[in-house]
Structure formats: structure tokens, C-alpha cells
């Protein structure tokens, strides 16, 4: 391994290169759901070079079957390739991937586009989960919710919480399909992952 | 085959088959599904699964480093080479022939997905923890992914099964059916205990119980009969399959060795 000195010596001008990465990433847009970016999803990871200088741009996976990995890999390239930046594409599994990494910022604009965003993992887990009565409590964690501890999904048009689940699946695998008993509109749910 | 002539990808392999070969049977619904909801959902299921078996495969063909990939491994393989559960080969309808045609039942789709995504939940949670941490990743992402297929399965199961005549009938007849295919789960293959011994794997019988009991309340609220899991014990892990597993090898692999290296 390098010394920390000859690290620096050769982490100081690919700090640029990578700087300029970021930015031209900022415009690759996820393919099914264009108004959010990658990074925003939390899809693109990182971006560093590796031992041979070339810069690797790191993706996760969202669900394991997406078929939008394919595209989003081949727009990274594309768009790499564009600005004249050489860059290897690399998948990697671990951490996996959650909804929670989604930001702030892309949760409203899911919303604007009619797209109900994601509860958290972490309290959709521990809220409206419990199997019939009498069940070992052991298996909770895998029992659907019951009706009324659902947690609400807010209906992404006029926000009313007054919602129902018509499919746990929509267009997409990450989607679940939901009908607000307000306005009548049907809607996508971005499923808590 | 004896625990010495087992690798750590044959394990892989067992995992790879059943998430391959599930897929490709619940793929069949793909524009045939009762309602189009149902057609969707089972689509983004076989998704799930076939994606889960790419990871393993490509998994399994780093680690046997031979020259095999994730298209030899699902395509190039023979049947006697997949060591998936004869469960998950099994067609949509209730005892049939191999080469008889029946219309496909949705009551027998709906049985299959919930005991084996109710196993499945509980070995990804179990294979978090593995040694293995390519494993584990996977097993991360598809505990995810199979909570939602049991959730899924589970609620069609008490819709069902608590609906209407028929559809109890049909419910109960298609677990009936299923519930002795069941006992595969437990039987321990090679690979298996090789993994479970190395850490890379999980002893599929300490899932029994709690596995058992998931089933048991789930068929309760739909109302349901437990049937018993007795009879002969299915070997497809051993590569021993029932009649319909060439059937569909050969619907899945015959275009990609038509044109080998085939690209588009």
C-alpha cells in the first residue's frame, strides 16, 4: 500500500475530475420516473478512482429484478462518455438499498408528480404490523398490516389521508397501486423498500 | 454425493434454481392473470425472483471461477444439474400430467407463493447473517423483497379461502395438494449442511417451527384446514424432478440454444 503521503500526491488532481463526475451526474435522471435524479434516489453511491486511475461511478441496485438497472447503467456511461470523463460503472449490493436514502428534496417532487412518497422504513416496520390474534409474536414481523394500522398514505393530489390500497404492485415493482376515497383519483405509492 | 464433493456455489445453486424456476412458472401469468392487478403483481414477483437468481448465479459462476456465467448457469444446465425444489416446478393446476392441458388455477399460485415466500422470509432473514457477504447483500435486499410476496400471498390466501364457496373449495384443495411437496424444505441436502456447517449457509430445519406456525395462523384466518405434510418426500434437490420440470427447461432454455451467444 501506498504511503498517506503518496496517496495525496495522487488523490490531489483526480479531486477535480471527480468534482466535475458529481456534477455531470446531477443531470442523469432515473428512467422510469424522470422529475427525480439518480443521486437524489440514492442509486448513484459514490464516485472515486480507482488504483488505476480510472473513475469508477458507483450504482446500487434498487429492487433485484429492476429492469431499469440495465438503463440506468447505459445512461451513466452515456453521459460520462459525453463529457469526456473515461468511467467504469460499478454495481454494488451492500448496504443495500432503501427508500430512506431518498431525499427531502425528491420526496416533494415525487409528490408533485403524483407520486405518494415512501413512509419511513424504520417506523413503517414497527407501526401497523401484526398478524391475527393468537399468532407467536416471533412472526409479527412478517404479517401484513391489519385494516386501521395501516399507516396513512396521503393522497399525492389533495392530501387527504383518506386512502386505500387497491394492489400491493403497480407499474413498477417499487410501486404499490392506491385510491383516494377523497378525490377518486387513483395513485402510485412509492413502497417503503 | 457425499458433504466433500459439495462446493459453497452448489449451495448458491440450490437458492439460484428455486428463485429461477419459481419465476419462470409465475411468469406464466403474464398477460393471463385473473385481473389485471393480479396479472401486474405476479409479473413484478417473477421480476423479483429472477433478479434474486441472476445475483446468485452471477455469485455462484465468480466463485466457481470455470468459465460458467449466469446465462450457462440458467440456460446451459440439464435437468438433472438443477437442484430446485419440486415445489416450485410444479404447474398452476392441482394433480395433473405432464402432458396434459388444464386451465391454470390461481388458488394453486397463490398456496405455492405463500409457503414458500413464508420459508424464503425466514432463511433471507437467517442469510443476513452469513459469511458470505456477497450472501448476505443478497439475502439483505431480497428479505425485502419476499416480505412483500408473502404479504401478497397471504392476503389472497384469506380472500380466498374466507370468500366464497368456491373459492374456499379451491383454496383448500390447492394446499391440500401442495402441503406434502413441503417436506422437501426440511430434508437436508449436501450443500446444505456443508453451508451451515461453514456459516456460509442455515440448517433449513431450524426454520421448521417458525415456519410451521406462520402457516398455521395465515390458513386459520382464511379459515382454512391444515393439512398434514405426510407422503413421499419430493427429491428435486437432489436433481430428481417430477414430470413437468422438463417441460419447462425446455420452454425457458430453448431459445438461448437455438442461438447461443446470441445477442439483441
Known amino acids: 500500500m501506498d504511503s498517506p503521503a503518496g496517496l495525496h500526491a495522487v488523490a490531489a488532481p483526480h479531486a477535480g475530475l471527480q468534482a466535475r463526475a458529481w456534477q455531470v451526474l446531477e443531470a442523469v435522471t432515473d428512467p422510469e420516473i424522470p422529475v427525480v435524479t439518480l443521486r437524489e434516489l440514492g442509486i448513484l453511491r459514490d464516485v472515486r478512482t480507482a488504483a ?16 431499469a438497472m440495465g438503463q440506468i447503467e447505459d445512461d451513466v456511461r452515456a453521459v460520462m462518455q459525453r463529457e469526456g470523463l473515461e468511467a467504469r460503472v460499478v454495481t454494488q449490493l451492500a448496504p443495500a438499498w432503501t427508500t430512506d436514502w431518498i431525499t427531502e428534496a425528491a ?9 405518494a412518497p415512501p413512509g419511513r422504513c424504520s417506523t413503517s416496520a414497527a407501526a401497523g404490523l401484526a398478524g391475527s390474534a393468537g399468532a407467536p409474536s416471533a412472526l409479527l414481523r412478517f404479517a401484513s398490516p391489519r385494516p386501521g394500522q395501516q399507516a396513512t398514505v396521503p393522497c399525492p393530489r389533495c392530501g387527504s389521508g383518506n386512502t386505500t390500497e387497491t394492489s400491493h404492485f403497480g407499474s413498477t415493482a417499487c410501486k404499490a397501486l392506491y385510491r383516494c376515497l377523497n378525490c377518486m383519483e387513483p395513485f402510485d405509492h412509492f413502497k417503503p423498500y | 454425493m457425499n458433504s466433500a464433493a459439495v462446493s459453497p456455489a452448489d449451495y448458491l445453486l440450490l437458492l439460484a434454481d428455486n428463485a429461477l424456476i419459481l419465476g419462470q412458472r409465475n411468469a406464466e401469468w403474464c398477460g393471463h392473470g385473473p385481473i389485471l392487478e393480479e396479472d401486474i403483481a405476479m409479473a413484478n414477483i417473477s421480476l423479483d425472483l429472477v433478479g434474486q437468481a441472476r445475483l446468485l448465479y452471477q455469485h455462484a459462476a465468480a466463485l466457481r471461477n470455470d468459465g460458467s456465467t449466469e446465462d450457462t448457469l440458467a440456460y446451459f444446465r440439464n435437468e438433472p444439474e438443477f437442484g430446485n425444489l419440486t415445489l416450485v416446478e410444479l404447474p398452476h393446476q392441482t394433480a395433473l400430467a405432464g402432458t396434459a392441458r388444464g386451465d391454470r388455477d390461481y388458488a394453486v399460485t397463490i398456496a405455492r407463493n405463500f409457503l414458500y415466500s413464508a420459508f424464503m422470509a425466514l432463511l433471507w432473514e437467517r442469510l443476513q447473517q452469513s459469511t458470505d457477504e456477497t450472501l448476505a447483500a443478497i439475502a439483505v435486499k431480497s428479505l425485502k423483497e419476499t416480505r412483500y410476496h408473502l404479504r401478497h400471498s397471504r ?11 368456491e373459492s374456499a373449495q379451491r383454496m383448500q384443495a390447492a394446499l391440500n395438494h401442495l402441503m406434502p411437496y413441503t417436506q422437501e424444505f426440511w430434508a437436508v441436502h449436501p450443500a446444505e449442511a456443508a453451508a451451515a456447517a461453514s456459516g456460509l449457509g442455515v440448517d433449513p430445519r431450524l426454520l421448521q417451527a417458525d415456519w410451521e406456525a406462520l402457516v398455521a395462523d395465515g390458513v386459520a384466518e382464511a379459515q382454512l384446514q391444515l393439512p398434514p405434510a405426510s407422503g413421499f418426500v419430493p427429491t428435486g434437490k437432489r436433481g430428481v424432478h417430477s414430470e413437468h420440470m422438463g417441460f419447462l427447461l425446455a420452454e425457458m432454455q430453448s431459445v438461448a440454444r437455438a442461438h447461443p451467444q446470441g445477442q439483441w
Open chain 1, 52 to 67: 488505476d486511475g480510472v473513475l469508477e461511478v458507483v450504482i446500487t441496485p434498487t429492487y433485484s429484478g429492476c429492469p
Open chain 1, 107 to 115: 420526496r416533494e417532487k415525487l409528490r408533485a408528480y403524483g407520486i
Open chain 2, 155 to 165: 392476503d389472497w390466501l384469506v380472500r380466498l379461502g374466507d370468500g366464497t364457496a
